[in-house]
């Protein structure tokens, strides 16, 4: 099983539907949890850090369920420029290392 | 605020010739550094990581080695590339210390390597 998986997508979605990824991951004891964005031929960028209770940025949301050990991401009334990979991470703690998951592409069509 | 450089943007370079990337971040003391690689349409691979000047920690690569001259200084190179080398090269910082519960990444620009 890798250690982080995330369903590749592409998820193609009117303007301003709603729109949520999952994550999964495998290490029980991993304790921090990011979502991050790319554009196409770009660096990634820190979208939000996952917090335990949830936390809500805008019109992004960011859940985490330990016992299922899988993160999601919300993206409400989705913007034409939302477009873009969306990556999962995932960070043990007391490591400097995080794992990245492959990506899901969204789409946000006019 | 904390920037982070990475040059050159695209290079494209033969088979067998060396490679040397650099990354500078300004803004802050004793990050941690790291080396990405990204395949098209692949994920993000680690590559090196460095907690302080002179220590690297080496993931994957064999043909790859990385160096830290500096606090805020990291450079990439090889001494003769592979075609599998091609792929777009990510430096990124984070703050320094072992772990933490939130040590965000953040990326420079990247440096998109063709090797021919």
């Known amino acids: 099983r890798k250690e982080v998986e995330q369903d590749p997508g592409p998820f193609n979605v009117p303007e301003g539907a709603t729109v949520a990824f999952n994550c999964t991951y495998s290490n029980s004891a991993s304790q921090s949890f990011f979502w991050y964005r790319q554009d196409c031929r770009k660096e990634p960028k820190l979208l939000m850090s996952v917090y335990s209770s949830g936390n809500e940025d805008g019109r992004f949301t960011a859940q985490l369920n330990r016992a299922s050990q899988y993160i999601s991401l919300l993206i409400r009334d989705s913007k034409l420029s939302d477009s873009a990979t969306y990556l999962c991470v995932v960070k043990p703690g007391g490591y400097q290392k995080v794992t990245f998951g492959t990506g899901t592409k969204l789409q946000v069509i006019p | 605020s904390q920037t982070i450089h990475q040059w050159p943007a695209t290079l494209v370079q033969p088979v067998g010739s060396p490679l040397s990337l650099e990354c500078t971040v300004e803004?802050?003391?004793?990050?941690?550094l790291y080396w990405y690689r990204q395949a098209a349409g692949r994920g993000l691979q680690l590559l090196f990581y460095?907690?302080?000047?002179?220590?690297i920690s080496s993931e994957v690569p064999q043909n790859l080695s990385a160096s830290r001259p500096q606090d805020r200084q990291f450079i990439l190179s090889s001494k003769k590339l592979l075609l599998s080398d091609s792929g777009f090269y990510l430096c990124?910082?984070?703050?320094?210390?072992?772990?933490?519960?939130?040590?965000?990444?953040?990326f420079g620009p990247g440096t998109r390597l063709t090797v021919l």
């Open positions: 460095s907690v302080g000047i002179g220590q």
């Open positions: 990124a910082w984070s703050n320094g210390g072992h772990g933490g519960s939130y040590n965000e990444q953040f």
């Open positions: 803004g802050t003391s004793n990050p941690n």
